[in-house]
């Protein structure tokens, strides 16, 4: 049994104040949620707020990044340390506009998924090509090679304390999603590799997210696919009916 998982990443918008509006909103809107895991990812600045915020609700705390180091001189880094004072559940870790404009690597992006591992939280792994990969024909091997870097070294049961979403980077925030088989396609490929390499019962367990414009009107056609278990939503969670709107579909599937 996987859960379906669906977060709100809200990526560099919303104020404190404007956070906590709408971290509010969703507990609200989110209370008789029961089978959905859902989670919010505000800035790295509201976190703690926001951790007030949903304290006592179904609602669960996740970070956009981290860095792998404990301290030290990182200017602009926050550590996995401080994530979980502040209670966090979920880091997004190998986001595509990490790795496509602040240089995450598949590297980088494994650094961060042992380290926030060693302290109990659970990474959100991004993986999904670009628009130019999927037209040379590259799609397998560049998700090959995403999630092996990721779970280089991992043993199947830190693998089982993992979320993947799968990211095609040409329908994140365009508006364009990927069809409903385009992206079962990709699910189930990923959800092969993991069979490979840690076994068919390990692979059925882990919640692979899809995410790319995913909004209200085309949630329940992508979360009915066998290989979707839920969402990493960006637009359409920054407003609580829509992203309530992707999540409400999630509560009647057994995946
Ligand atoms: P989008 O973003 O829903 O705005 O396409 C998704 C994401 O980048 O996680």
Redesign the pocket.
């Known amino acids: 049994m996987r859960k379906i998982v669906i977060a709100g990443?809200w990526?560099m918008n919303k104020t404190v104040a404007e956070s906590v509006k709408l971290a509010a909103d969703v507990v609200a809107a989110a209370k008789n949620i029961k089978n959905v895991v859902v989670a919010i990812a505000p800035t790295y600045l509201a976190l703690a707020k926001v951790a007030e915020v949903i304290n006592g609700s179904n609602v669960k705390l996740a970070a956009q990044d981290v860095h792998w180091e404990n301290q030290g001189a990182f200017t602009g880094k926050i550590s996995a340390d401080m994530l979980k004072e502040i209670g966090v559940d979920f880091v997004?870790i190998g986001?595509?506009?990490q790795r496509s404009y602040f240089g995450e690597t598949d590297e980088t992006v494994n650094k961060k998924v042992k380290k926030v591992q060693s302290l109990g939280m659970t990474p959100i792994i991004?993986i999904g090509e670009t628009l130019a990969e999927r037209q040379g024909g590259q799609l397998e091997s560049v998700l090959t090679r995403q999630v092996t870097g990721a779970y280089e070294g991992l043993s199947g049961d830190d693998a089982l304390r993992t979320v993947i979403?799968y990211?095609p980077v040409w329908?994140?925030?365009?508006g364009v999603t990927a069809s409903d088989d385009e992206a079962q396609q990709a699910h189930a490929f990923v959800r092969n590799l993991l069979a490979t390499r840690f076994g068919n019962s390990v692979a059925q367990s882990i919640s692979i997210q899809y995410?790319?414009?995913?909004?209200p009107e085309n949630a329940a056609g992508l979360l009915a696919q066998k290989d979707i278990d839920g969402g990493?939503?960006?637009?359409?969670?920054l407003k609580a009916d829509s992203f309530l709107g992707i999540v409400t579909p999630g509560e009647t599937l057994d995946k």
């Open positions: 990443n990526k997004i986001h595509s506009e991004c979403a990211e329908a994140i925030g365009t995410g790319g414009s995913m909004k990493l939503i960006g637009g359409a969670a």
